[in-house]
Antibody, heavy 120, light 107 residues
Framework: QVTLKESGPVLVKPTETLTLTCTVS??????????VSWIRQPPGKALEWLAH???????AYSTSLKSRLSISKDTSKSQVVLTLTNMDPVDTATYYC????????????WGQGTMVTVSS | DIQMTQSPSSLSASVGDRITITCRAS??????LNWYQQQPGKAPQVLIY???TLHSGVPSRFSGSGSGTDFTLTISGLQPEDFATYYC?????????FGQGTKVEVK
């Protein structure tokens, strides 16, 4: 069974750096054609794609957030890590990780999401 | 970036209705278009990928069509569990953008 689970702080202060971990099971991050994305959703708003890491360690970032984002993976730990610097209250959102497991890079399995609030 | 525009933003419908949601890409994306359904408080779930391929386990009342820049999601015979928010997503380029969502509400 393929699962993904997000973990990280519930509350961060403005200007701090957010670090989130997505721990996967049921597949390997080195499997060909497998990749993991991070997506976020502010309360009551739409999904926003943030970043993606490919099995060959290639990376892609949201153009608007590229300067603040970093994605990496530790295949031995089955973890994908997202960092977002200089947090602001507008970054308050539920953060999801999701696996690309279908043709056309569709996300077939999502984590449950983790809510992050930015407040002093 | 490729912008994805969904219409309408929301719609009211009744059980049994046939509804159509459209998604337009700001540039050519072939059939790199996926549809997701999100229930309140839950993570999204894929319905259709590659514009028209139904994901395993998704009821056949859902269908997708289109290619290039214009796409549609149709639900034929709306069921109570279909009242939710629907998102399109393009994956033609590495920056994988979503539409703004369409909320399907009970009339």
């Amino acid at each position: 069974q393929v699962t993904l689970k997000e973990s990280g702080p519930v509350l961060v202060k403005p200007t701090e750096t957010l670090t989130l971990t997505c721990t996967v099971s049921g597949f390997s991050l080195s499997d060909a054609r497998m990749g993991v994305s991070w997506i976020r959703q502010p309360p009551g708003k739409a999904l926003e794609w943030l970043a993606h890491i490919y099995s060959n360690d290639g990376k892609a970032y949201s153009t608007s957030l590229k300067s603040r984002l970093s994605i990496s993976k530790d295949t031995s730990k089955s973890q994908v890590v997202l960092t977002l610097t200089n947090m602001d209250p507008v970054d308050t959102a539920t953060y999801y990780c999701a696996r690309v497991g279908l043709a056309r890079d569709a996300f077939d399995v999502w984590g449950q999401g983790t809510m992050v609030t930015v407040s002093s | 970036d490729i912008q994805m525009t969904q219409s309408p933003s929301s719609l009211s419908a009744s059980v049994g209705d046939r509804i159509t949601i459209t998604c337009r890409a700001s540039q050519y994306i072939s059939n790199y278009l996926n549809w997701y359904q999100q229930q309140p408080g839950k993570a999204p779930q894929v319905l259709i990928y590659g514009a028209s391929t139904l994901h395993s386990g998704v009821p056949s009342r859902f269908s997708g069509s289109g290619s290039g820049t214009d796409f549609t999601l149709t639900i034929s015979g709306l069921q109570p569990e279909d009242f939710a928010t629907y998102y399109c997503q393009q994956t033609y380029i590495n920056v994988k953008t979503f539409g703004q969502g369409t909320k399907v509400e009970v009339k």
